[in-house]
């Protein structure tokens, strides 16, 4: 393994950044993974920019081709954190969450 930044974990060729403001990470690591789509629950988190929407649609009808069954949410505002309860809704119906934006 190579020396990161202080901001960077490094698992094989995956580099995970920190993106806050903190002078020291905290140790990063990927999510797992499951093996496998089927009958998972995945949530798709809307961060409220312009096309988000557009993208997440997409990825819906590929994530169901894939025998996924989805859950669509969507922040207040891209300017600030998803709100706790939001948060936790998502952490407590789902098997994995993509959370995608559009400029």
């Known amino acids: 393994m190579t020396d990161v930044p202080n901001n960077q974990t490094q698992s094989s060729n995956l ?6 403001a903190g002078r020291a990470a905290a140790g990063l690591s990927p999510a797992s993974r499951p093996a496998s789509l089927d009958g998972k629950t995945v949530g798709l988190l809307d961060i409220s920019k312009p096309r988000g929407d557009v993208f997440l649609d997409r990825l819906r009808h590929d994530l169901e081709r894939r025998g996924a069954v989805v859950r669509t949410y ?16 998502i952490a407590s119906q789902c098997d994995a969450v993509i959370e995608a934006l559009a400029d």
Do not use: C, G, S
């Not at 580099?15 to 806050?20: E, H, Q, R, S």
């Not at 207040?76 to 939001?86: N, Q």
């Open 74 to 89: 969507r922040k207040p505002t891209f300017a600030k954190p998803a709100p706790v309860d939001l948060r936790q809704e």
């Open 15 to 20: 580099v995970v950044l920190d993106p806050t």
